[in-house]
């Protein structure tokens, strides 16, 4: 893969994690600030770092399945390596302006 394609593959697999939404809350994980990294090898491989907002969330593996499901459907990606991670912990200050705004902090 070039420079170029290895952007645009990361680029789409950020839209599809803007398509997973938290099941308790009504905002996408990605603006959620759940995502901590995106990255795409040579080899076609994503690479997703994660957490969650909490470590006891009752929903954590059908989240963390749905996340790999869709971005090894992604075009440009043949396989997902996720690592779910609490360090640093989930807070507020990690969502995005459009999160906050939807969720009623600004």
């Known amino acids: 893969m070039t420079t170029q394609e290895i952007q645009e593959t990361e680029a789409r697999i950020v ?9 308790e ?5 990605y603006d959620l ?19 969650l907002t ?6 954590a593996e059908d989240l963390v399945e749905e996340v790999k499901y869709k971005v090894a459907g992604t075009r440009g990606v043949k396989e ?4 779910l991670t609490f360090n640093p912990p989930w807070d507020r200050s990690m969502l995005t302006e459009e999160a906050k705004l939807e969720l009623g902090f600004l």
């Open 15 to 23: 839209g599809v994690l803007k398509s997973i939404f938290d099941p």
């Open 25 to 29: 809350i009504p905002v996408n994980i």
């Open 33 to 51: 600030g759940l995502i901590y990294e995106v990255r795409v090898d040579e080899d076609e491989i994503a690479h997703i770092t994660m957490t």
């Open 54 to 59: 909490a470590p006891s969330c009752p929903m």
């Open 80 to 83: 997902c390596d996720l690592i």
